[in-house]
């Protein structure tokens, strides 16, 4: 249940391989299910096997960008500038900009717009409206590909915070937190000082 919150775009199919690959370094102890994390990610013997789980999450990471990339690719063609007979792969930046957007309307504009910048070589977004500022999709991709792309929440961090606050809270927690420990000085500095004034007197 954790991984389909934690990877909300993966398939069926490769939730249930990290599920498998996850139950391999998992053990029974009474009531509790125990995990061996050492080994779940070892870069030895362990990450060597292919069903190993590290092995695994690297594995569909790497297929989902090649997908994505691929997919954005061909969006991206679809939108070329179908007026211009002679190149229709060559297309303005806001022709660009909009296109990327259609493609992923999840992910944020600023990350959008480094995408452009990185495609089109631009030292910033102002550059995008100079006229004559058009690029074709094949030398856009080259170059877009040469840092990370990925699909906006192809992870969600909340379902950590969630697996964390559902789990019991030690009944010495509170009197071992950070707070309670500042107050802990606090109060023995002030207890110092009382003292001081009473020997003063």
Same mark, same amino acid.
């Not at 998992?26 to 292919?50: C, M, P, S, W």
């Given at each position: 249940?954790?991984? &389909? ?17 996850? &139950? ?31 092995? @695994? @999450? ?52 600023? =990350?959008? =717009? ?9 030292? =910033?977004?102002?550059?995008? +409206?100079? /006229? ?5 999709? !094949? ?7 040469? %840092?990370?792309?990925?699909? !906006?929440?192809?992870? +969600? ?6 697996? +964390?606050? !559902?789990? /019991?809270? /030690?009944?010495?927690? =509170?009197?071992? !937190? /950070? ?13 110092? %000082?009382?003292?001081?004034? +009473?020997?003063?007197?």
């Amino acid at each position: 249940a954790l991984f &389909s919150k934690f990877f909300p775009h993966k398939t069926v199919e490769s939730q249930a391989l990290l599920n498998d690959s996850f &139950s391999s370094f998992a053990t029974q102890e009474g009531d509790k299910e125990v995990v061996e994390y050492i080994g779940l990610f070892a870069e030895n013997g362990h990450e060597a096997k292919r069903d190993s789980f590290l092995h @695994v @999450v690297r594995q569909q990471h790497l297929d989902e960008i090649a997908e994505y990339v691929s997919g954005l690719e061909q969006h991206l063609k679809e939108c070329g500038d179908v007026s211009n007979y002679e190149a229709p792969d060559n297309v303005s930046l806001p022709m660009v900009l909009d296109a990327l957007a259609a493609y992923d309307d999840a992910k944020p504009m600023a =990350e959008l =717009e480094l995408y452009v910048l990185r495609g089109a070589r631009l030292g =910033e977004m102002a550059d995008i +409206d100079v /006229p004559g500022s058009r690029v074709t999709t !094949s030398a856009f991709m080259s170059r877009l590909k040469g %840092g990370l792309v990925k699909r !906006s929440g192809n992870y +969600d961090l909340k379902a950590c915070a969630e697996s +964390d606050a !559902s789990k /019991p809270v /030690p009944a010495d927690a =509170e009197s071992n !937190s /950070p707070a309670k420990a500042a107050e802990k000085v606090a109060g023995k500095k002030k207890g110092k %000082g009382n003292k001081k004034a +009473d020997q003063g007197e």
